[in-house]
């Protein structure tokens, strides 16, 4: 089956450390994205990409990095410039302009 | 920029009762998506809307599109409680760099028995 798969599900990171999240998807997808949730909040675009090896800043792109050197795979690394990275984070991809986003199960990452 | 709004932000309503949830955005677009969100879980997608006037419904929900209005409605009819989770719409822009959805902040929806 088609789908698109997040990993870990749970991430927990010491101050000061980076740490990466993974975001692969194997639908045949151009774009994918990715979003940050926090608790009883909507969903904000961090980056996004369209084609391989292009990506895009979105909103909240500080302290953040992105790669996109396949298709099925689009990894986010938060870096330790980022100050306050507890949050949900959610990876979606898409097809075409005229459909929606399908989104993975999410990472929720934990500063300890 | 673009602003999307949702209000309620938080519904209670009990089982059997109507009621509609609203979203506004600021910037022309014929394109929304409706998504419903449970505690803890990843985002279902509920509706797509491609037009104006678009309607669609399944089961006791249904999604409307007005753009003239920049207005979206999403109508819950005789609600149970299995409907109760977070509701989003999501409006999409094009921009040079390609296309992108926007979110509203969400609407809780509680179905009390």
């Known amino acids: 089956d088609g789908g698109i798969t997040q990993s870990p599900k749970y991430l927990f990171r010491k101050e000061g450390q980076n740490v990466t999240l993974s975001c692969e998807q194997n639908?045949?997808?151009?774009?994918m994205y990715w979003y940050r949730q926090d608790p009883g909040q909507g969903l904000r675009l961090i980056y996004y990409s369209q084609i391989v090896n292009d990506f895009q800043k979105g909103d909240i792109a500080e302290g953040y990095s992105v790669s996109r050197e396949k298709k099925e795979s689009f990894p986010l690394t938060v870096t330790s410039a980022q100050k306050n990275p507890t949050a949900f984070y959610l990876c979606?991809?898409?097809?075409?302009?005229?459909?929606?986003?399908?989104f993975g199960s999410g990472t929720r990452l934990t500063v300890v | 920029e673009l602003k999307v709004e949702q209000n309620p932000l938080f519904l209670s309503m009990q089982e059997g009762k109507n009621y509609t949830i609203y979203c506004n955005y600021s910037?022309?677009?014929?394109?929304l998506y409706w998504y419903r969100q449970d505690p803890g879980k990843s985002l279902e997608s509920l509706f797509v809307l491609l037009s104006n006037g678009a309607v669609k419904q399944e089961g006791r929900l249904m999604a409307s599109l007005d753009t003239k209005a920049r207005l979206s409605t999403l109508h819950i009819t005789a609600a149970v409680h299995d409907l109760s989770a977070t509701y989003f719409c999501a409006v999409q822009v094009w921009e040079t760099s390609g296309s992108r959805l926007t979110f509203g902040e969400g609407t809780q929806l509680t179905v009390n028995p």
């Open positions: 910037t022309t677009s014929d394109r």
């Open positions: 979606a991809s898409s097809r075409t302009v005229n459909y929606g986003y399908t």
């Open positions: 639908l045949n997808h151009d774009a």
